[in-house]
């Protein structure tokens, strides 16, 4: 098979450009955080501190260039079958590829030293953007709001154009708030409620598909209570977090038991149930840390609870969905590749090492440690997805 002939396959659906998309994103801007640590903590190389700064870059970077690739890829493609449509274009995804992989390279020049180029980068990854949201939009119109997730996906996605929009006029003004902001919005108004929503609509799903027996439970009323305190928390000052991070951590951890099967899983089953349960972990962690805030004005855990959520539950859950899409919408088995069970597993060593770090007294080298960690543990499990996304289905089938 020529070179020409495989990358054409990219086109086939829109999961297999933007997943790829995604993938190099994610390498690229694990690779120069990994290497802005290690210069920081141990003078390697040289490497300016790029502005704004690296590690609300670093922030940016992820909630709105890195994962963002993998959600357009995933809606993409199954927005359509959410509400029984047909299948997107096979091109659809292409500018919205093109915007975000070209608008996180021109980030990443700003970051090691092309200063001029973040502003023409965030330009490129709103273009691509709202693009990729004008097909979504056309479907979530004909749907009516019928379909609740399709619905909660587009409002998040909505809310990242917003956030997107708040990074450009603080790169023009620099208006420190509007950088807030933007973070904010990022994690509660756009990364966190896509997982959500995803998960409130998928993992019974898959439950029930591998697992004789099982009863998927989906009410509205927890996905619209998630989406409730997520707007809360974005509204609440820093005393009162705690108002919106008790209940997340209660109805985190009553989904999680409320849908754990109790028995033996398929690994790919499995992996979902893992990762999952970091959520309530994670919301476990913002708690303690806001009541003592609340209490006595001290910040006691730094970014572990927002590293739980990160890498923990966001890292977990990209691994175990996007090997299940993979492997499914390539005519392969629905199991778990022995590259992926590394990649899971390497995850929640990197994990615990980065919420240790803000526990230890040289917190910048075991920052580091964690960083380099993600690109060890990402790099061949990318490298597999890739070489699928460039080949044809395995079952001859089209897509």
Excluded at 65 to 92: C, H
Excluded at 197 to 219: D, K, Q
Aim: net charge positive.
């Amino acid at each position: 098979m020529s070179a020409s002939l495989s990358m054409s396959n990219l086109t086939r659906a829109p999961h297999r450009l933007m997943f790829f998309v995604g993938g190099l994103n994610l390498l690229l801007a694990m690779a120069w955080w990994a290497a802005w640590l290690i210069t920081a903590r141990w003078d390697v190389f040289p490497m300016p501190q790029p502005d704004p700064y690296a590690g609300r870059l670093h922030a940016f970077l992820m909630q709105y260039q890195v994962l963002p690739s993998f959600f357009f890829g995933f809606l993409l493609t199954v927005f359509p079958r959410w509400i029984g449509e047909p299948d997107l274009g096979r091109r659809v995804a292409w500018p919205v590829g093109a915007g975000l992989v070209g608008g996180q390279a021109l980030t990443i020049a700003g970051a090691v030293g092309w200063h001029a180029a973040v502003i023409p980068g965030t330009i490129a990854t709103l273009t691509g953007w709202i693009i990729g949201l004008v097909p979504l939009a056309r479907l979530v119109v004909r749907d009516r709001g019928k379909t609740w997730h399709a619905l909660g996906c587009f409002a998040a996605l909505c809310a990242g154009a917003v956030g997107l929009l708040f990074w450009l006029v603080y790169l023009v003004t620099g208006n420190e708030v509007l950088a807030d902001k933007t973070i904010r919005i990022g994690t509660f108004g756009l990364l966190l409620p896509v997982y959500f929503t995803v998960a409130h609509r998928m993992i019974p799903f898959f439950s029930a598909s591998a697992l004789p027996g099982y009863e998927p439970w989906r009410p509205k009323w927890a996905l619209g209570a998630g989406w409730g305190l997520f707007l809360l928390r974005l509204a609440l000052p820093a005393e009162w977090l705690w108002l919106s991070d008790l209940p997340l951590f209660l109805l985190a951890l009553l989904l999680f038991m409320r849908w754990f099967p109790g028995r033996r899983m398929p690994p790919l089953l499995f992996v979902l149930y893992a990762g999952l349960a970091w959520l309530p972990a994670a919301f476990a962690l913002f708690t303690v840390q806001d009541i003592v805030f609340a209490l006595k004005g001290a910040v006691i855990l730094g970014k572990a609870p927002a590293h739980a959520l990160f890498i923990g539950f966001f890292g977990s859950i990209l691994v175990a969905m996007v090997t299940r899409v993979t492997q499914g919408h390539s005519g392969r088995p629905l199991s778990l590749p022995p590259v992926a069970a590394y990649t899971f597993a390497a995850v929640q060593f990197v994990c615990i090492v980065r919420i240790a770090a803000e526990l230890v007294n040289d917190w910048l080298a075991w920052q580091a440690v964690a960083a380099a960690g993600w690109l060890i543990a990402f790099l061949p499990w990318i490298l597999w997805a890739m070489r699928i996304y460039i080949l044809p289905r395995a079952d001859g089938r089209p897509g």
